[in-house]
């Protein structure tokens, strides 16, 4: 507790005029340094630096463990070479206690992630935990001390499919706790909100597929009837309209960019990627990606609003043998070691232009805002994780008799339960260190 009044001078001892101020300027000046380093450190493992240049790649980057010669993997270490807990990098190892819930005990996994209920025989999928290099396996999310915390809270997911597979595994979690209401839902259902209402807790599922304003003619079997439009100056309405009532965003874009579309800026045409129109020069999935980013990244750093963003980062296919629209399938029964995901040379693009995009929009909301925007650096996790895809079960029993069509597979969603409860036992010791 700090002193109320001036202190009584020591008998005999000289009074310096102005010393005792310089003392105290020079005190909060060591203290606020103090402080900023502290939260700097607090900071860092959410906020990651624009990628290395190609020669310096092999110096910044963390790797992979590779095995020795009889087998046994040796010890992950940061480019530093101390060993670090990372929550973003390590490998799944067997778990015997299961899933978090299933099929029987939560009401809101839809039909095309609902594996179990879909025929899915094999269970193998479910007895995986994320392990960080450097860290014991990450504790289970807790759904009550989720709840008491965010008392009164509103939390938003904006973005894709993938958001939507990630809002129903949360729901799931926390519905363990309390059974939500269904609050609202838009005429497809791609948007939702659901209300726990002992705990004043919102949860929204905002679907805003490219994060900008696109204008989209598809059907649910991903089926175009027009090629997309995309604005890149104007963001979706669908999640800058409800802004300002979130108090957490788990935000993230992304395979929708590999999709044919005509870019628009100022209200015209300026581009597009494998459109019909040879008139319009070609714009990189790169580039489209990035410049989306940007529009959204611009848009969280100079609101008045300050929310705490996560940016969840790509989430990739597991396509073998062709793709969605060529007869690709992915059968696979256990997660990949690190070094058998192979190059994924674009996967890596598009995971390296987000980090970059992060880093700068982390620059800009300056300091004031320190630890506000984190990044979800699921990539390499989900990366590993070939086996847990909905695969032909993203419809009821794929195989019977009955079904003499095409059985066309989902090698991007995932089945739940599944991997992505992992992502929010990560979301919760992310927490847990505020």
């Known amino acids: 507790m700090g002193m109320e009044y001036e202190p009584v001078p020591v008998p005999g001892q000289k009074k310096v005029g102005g010393g005792r101020a310089a003392l105290k300027l020079l005190l909060a000046v060591l203290l606020a340094g103090f402080s900023l380093r502290l939260l700097a450190d607090h900071c860092a493992s959410y906020r990651l630096p624009p990628p290395a240049a190609p020669e310096e790649a092999a110096a910044f980057s963390v790797t992979a463990p590779a095995q020795d010669a009889d087998g046994v993997d040796r010890t992950p270490v940061t480019p530093s070479g101390a060993a670090k807990c990372d929550l973003f990098h390590g490998e799944w190892v067997p778990d015997s206690s299961g899933p978090a819930f299933t ?104 679907w805003a597929p490219y994060l900008v304003k696109a204008e989209i003619f598809e059907d649910e079997n991903g089926v175009s009837s027009a090629e997309p439009r995309l604005h890149f100056d104007v963001l979706d309405a669908n999640w800058i309209s409800q802004w300002n009532s979130f108090d957490y965003v788990i935000i993230s874009t992304g395979q929708w960019f590999f999709k044919v ?150 090698c991007l969603h995932w089945c739940l339960p599944g991997p992505i409860e992992a992502w929010n036992d990560i979301i919760m010791q992310m927490l847990s260190k505020e």
């Open 103 to 206: 099929n029987a005990t939560c009401r809101f996994i839809e039909v095309p992630q609902n594996c179990m209920s879909n025929g899915r025989t094999d269970d193998g999928y479910l007895y995986w935990k994320w392990k960080p290099y450097g860290c014991d396996v990450l504790p289970p999310f807790d759904g009550k001390t989720f709840l008491e915390t965010m008392r009164g809270k509103h939390w938003a997911l904006v973005g894709d499919s993938i958001l939507r597979n990630h809002a129903q595994s949360l729901v799931c979690l926390l519905a363990k706790v309390e059974d939500p209401t269904d609050a609202y839902h838009d005429k497809t259902w791609q948007s939702r909100r659901w209300h726990f209402p002992s705990h004043n807790f919102t949860l929204s599922l905002v």
């Open 261 to 410: 579309a005509v870019y628009v800026e100022n209200g015209a045409a300026v581009g597009c990627h494998y459109c019909k129109d040879k008139s319009l020069k070609e714009i990189t999935i790169e580039q489209s990606f990035r410049r989306s980013l940007r529009e959204a990244f611009r848009f969280i750093t100079t609101s008045p609003h300050k929310p705490v963003v996560f940016y969840r980062t790509w989430s990739p296919s597991h396509f073998e043998n062709g793709e969605w629209f060529s007869g690709g399938t992915c059968d696979r029964k256990v997660p990949f070691k690190p070094w058998q995901t192979g190059d994924r040379q674009l996967d890596n693009l598009m995971w390296r232009i987000e980090r970059a995009e992060f880093a700068k929009a982390v620059a800009d909301d300056g300091a004031s805002n320190a630890c506000r925007l984190k990044l979800l650096d699921t990539f390499e996790m989900s990366l590993q994780r070939p086996d847990a895809h909905a695969g032909p079960y993203r419809t009821f029993h794929p195989f019977a008799k009955e079904n003499t069509g095409k059985v066309q597979n989902d």
